[in-house]
């Protein structure tokens, strides 16, 4: 019995979409080893964390851990046009909304955020005011 002429144009389709997210994953990541790393004075102006797709959603009630996903929003201080990068979970932990300092990346690979120190040696960020002399 020969198989439904829709369901070969499914495989087939669905196989070219893979092959092409594949080589362009492929393409990206050359080209971000090809990149220098650069250096940006940023601020912080947004975070989000969010679920990644999960494509067992049958088995979704039986998964006791989900995978999240990282990405911040970087506006660069000397003007330009803000930057999403993807982030791991331990530096999107360590970096507050408000934030300034230097980025590092290569490509539109994160590589570090290091924050500035203000004036008073105090870490630039989310801080309050002190009370008194300020």
């Known amino acids: 019995m020969k198989p439904p002429l829709i369901f070969l144009i499914v495989v087939a ?13 492929r393409r990206e990541k050359a080209a971000n080893d090809a990149s220098p790393v ?16 999960d494509r067992r959603s049958r088995q ?14 970087f506006h660069p201080l ?12 331990g ?9 300034r300092g230097e ?8 590589i570090r955020f290091t924050l500035c120190r ?3 040696g105090r870490q630039n960020g989310n801080h309050p005011p002190q009370a008194g002399g300020e």
Request: glycine share 6%; hydrophobic share 40%.
């Open 103 to 110: 980025l590092q990346v290569q490509g539109t690979r994160f």
């Open 13 to 25: 389709l669905i196989a070219v979409l893979a092959t092409q997210k594949f080589f362009k994953q």
């Open 78 to 89: 000397d003007g330009g046009e803000d930057l999403k990068l993807a982030l791991s979970a």
């Open 38 to 53: 650069r250096s940006l004075m940023v601020e912080v102006k947004t975070k989000r964390e969010y679920l990644a797709p």
């Open 118 to 120: 203000a004036p008073d």
């Open 91 to 99: 530096d999107y932990h360590q970096i507050d909304k408000g934030s």
């Open 60 to 73: 979704r009630d039986q998964l006791p851990v989900e995978d999240w996903r990282y990405e911040a929003w």
